[in-house]
């Protein structure tokens, strides 16, 4: 990457563009930032490859709408909505979630204090950031820059990307994905800095959901590649073998090579590793990753005998064992591990690139991986042969297994599966549909004749609501408020391109 990329800043959260988040405008200043293949964990790790047995990798998702609900109608964050409406349904927690987003910011130099070796994967989605910015709830961002950026505590601390406004990836438009992605990359790098963003190689998607159409599965993994991103976490039971059966239980903890191959015949991978099913707050918040580790062992891969890991992510502020049960057990499982073996040996706490840099290190090679492909996808390519397959055939086999099987479907998976971000919610899909199309029938060709475009006030605002409007929780919480909210974002961005 160039020199200048590690000391070249993105401007300041600024309110010179409108009050807008910075979501576009430094295309190839973050391309120069993250394109790159350089280690990112092992100068620093303080793990050896030959001491450990196993390891148990823990991620926090956190994510807060941004909702049309201000006192004239702002873009605001829905925490902000709950602080200023603390008697409607849990509202109440408002507080409790912001210290949750906080915490981790002081629990990290504690336990390193103490003579810990902790490690923690981050996810926060671009709406949270936004929504703490117009907060001004610096102490929440100060907390975390502290363990993000001053290198005490860098080893300690992953950051996994994200679509910026918490897209469910099988009902986005396939041209919108990239943009998530650069969106959150660009807003991340705004708060914490260019140096902060390098680090960031692993991809955490919303809800855990995989699509499993062949064609937006491919194009979603050559968007993480294009963007810098070198590994995925997957749920367990999102992604099947190539001869459709399930995972090995040996294969859940080790890295995967995930395949996809679109409706052309044309295939791409990336590395995956494995959410395992259950749940997820309940076993995050009391550790139980660390005592699934504790139960296994090396397992050899081509040449190499690498350490399993035991990989779980969880919401970090729902519910009340995340809220009372996880600071708790959080400081007791790693005193136990400091005083039985100081965190280095054996049994290890690893974040998912320091992993994935070890096993590498020591001649693990990607292409001895286990190889998955999203859930349902063997049943397309036993009829349609990839080497001659063409759109026309990868549909008519999708449309022939939709008649004959009710339970076939196209709708990807994710860790909430008994729910459906497609069915009954055609009063959002089909606006957030147009809006995008529209988007894109105006912004593309401009975009390709002068790439400042990305840096006018009007493409920043009209991106921004086309972003917001593919958020999933307006397809979460069932029809009434939230999906009001997403008919005035979509009335806000189409008034904006029609102008």
Known sequence: MPATASTTHLPVLNESRSGFPNICGWESEIDAVVLHN?????????????????GFACALHMHQPTIPAGGNGE???????????????DNHNAGAFAWC??????????LVEQGCNPRIMLDYSGNLLWGLHQMGREDVLNNLKRITCDRAYQPHVEWLGTMWSHAVIPSTPIPDIKLHIRAWQHYFAAIFGYDALRRVKGFSPPEMHLPNHPDTLFEYIKALKECGYRWLMVQEHSVEQLDGSGLTQDQKYVPNRL?????HGETISITALIK?????????AQMQPYFEAKGR?????????????????ADGENGGVMMNEFPRDLFRIYHDIREQSGGRTGVVAVNGTEYLELIEAAGANPEDYPTCQAVQQHRIWQRVDPNSATPEAVETAIATLKQ???QFHMDGASWTNHMSWVQGYDNVLDPMR????AFHEKYDSQRQQDPATTQRPDYLEALLYNLLLQTSCFRYWGQGMWTDFARELYRRGEAILKR
Request: aromatic share 8%; charged share 20%; proline share 6%.
């Open 101 to 110: 987003y906080s915490r981790m910011g002081q629990f990290i130099p504690e």
């Open 434 to 437: 147009k809006l995008s199309v």
């Open 38 to 54: 350089e280690p990112i964990f092992l100068p620093t790790t303080n793990l050896q490859f030959a001491d450990i047995t196993a």
């Open 276 to 284: 395992t099913q259950g749940s997820d707050t309940k076993l995050v």
């Open 75 to 89: 873009l605001i964050s829905n925490l902000q909505y709950m602080f200023e409406h603390p008697h409607d349904g």
């Open 297 to 313: 062992g090396k397992q050899q891969m081509g040449e190499v005998s690498v350490p399993s890991v035991v990989t779980q992510i």
């Open 404 to 406: 004959e099987d009710s």
């Open 259 to 263: 395949v996809a191959r679109n409706s």
